[in-house]
């Protein structure tokens, strides 16, 4: 008993010593490794390598640059600007520009790039490369597939200083590939939309910057007895901000400022009906042109855009209202009658409307143009009228026509 006794002791010496020797020697590596990790407080990522599978895959996605090429650029980029701002961190002020666009305060201005294109772009080479040539202006068609014909002989009035955009309401766009123009036209398509839908979505003053005219048309024009280069010229020769080509008196003619003269080469007044004109520098007697083929200088637009409403998507009344973003109006609105067009009255459009309550569906798009008109209207005397009143003003009668 006694020695069993005593190897009993033996054994539990044994094994408190086997323990002690374990617990010393993780508290010597911990320390050690945190020696060693402050002695070197970067690592290589060169010296990081991936499994080929994961390195391949993702090669594939990124069209021929390595994984580990791309880890490696990243990671340099990082030490540089993590070493930089370490030991500039007590010194160096944080960017902070107010003059920036809203949401890029915190970007060093020269990085900031406000103002886009539309200006296509290859996937290769060197960017500063890639544009033969800058489009100077911009024409834009709202179309449906069975207008094509007719769209195809329009697009080829205009030169290659014209970037082409289409927007298809009819949602077809694939097809307009038997086209060759087509292939570098741009094309965006949401069903069932106007014209006016898609300008207040697409076409924002930023991001067209770079066109100094906007044609925002319809896709029942005949432009037999039109060229666009030709209309540039007269459009800058008569200094309009807001122009139209003239129309074909026996086609499709609503108001007499958009007939065609022709003994002019522009025309910015006329004489309507008895009545129709308080003032003979107003709509429709001057500074007015209908919204089916309307072309805009760069600033113009940069006005009528913002003045677009989200939900009323036809622009009935924006006519009566642009000269709200020209000054003086009745010089800078008129008509070319030197390059003129043919409405040729075709309602497409219309017929994409939905038939209820005995109503043809174009009877219910027009009815929606009628409501939106009067809608417009009121908004904009309510918001001129609230301006008025918020600098002390007395509003004056409405300038709404």
Known sequence: MAKLGFGGRSVLTRKSNE???????????????????????TVSITKLHFPSSIVSYIEDRNSGLTTQTLLNHAWDSANRNRNNSTSNTDDTPKIYVPTNPRGAERLPPCIVVPESDFYLRRLWGNPDEDLIVQQKYLVTFTVGY??????????????????????????????????????????????????????????????????????????????????????????KKHGLEISQPGLEPNNGLTWQMTKRRGDHEVHKETEERPGWCADPHLPPCAAFVEIMATVFSRDAWRCVWHMIQNDLVHGWGLDFALRKCVEPAHEKIGVVDAQWIVHQVVPSLGNQGQAEKGKAPWEGVRERCRKEWAIFQTRMSDAEKAYYLSIGISPPNSTVT
């Not at 617990?23 to 945190?34: A, D, E, H």
Request: hydrophobic share 45%.
């Open 146 to 235: 069975e207008q094509k014909n007719n769209i195809d002989a329009a697009v080829k009035k205009f030169s290659e200083n014209f970037t082409i955009l289409l927007f298809h309401y009819d949602g077809r766009t694939t097809e307009w590939d038997e086209f060759e123009w087509s292939k570098r036209a741009i094309h965006v398509s949401a069903r069932k939309q106007t014209k006016w839908w898609y300008a207040k979505r697409f076409l924002h003053p930023d991001i067209v910057a770079r066109y100094e005219y906007i044609f925002i048309w319809d896709e029942d024009l005949g432009l037999e007895h039109f060229d666009a280069e030709e209309y540039i010229k007269l459009v």
């Open 19 to 41: 323990s002690m020797r374990i617990i010393i020697s993780t508290v010597i590596g911990i320390v050690l490794g945190y020696l060693i990790g402050i002695s070197f407080p």
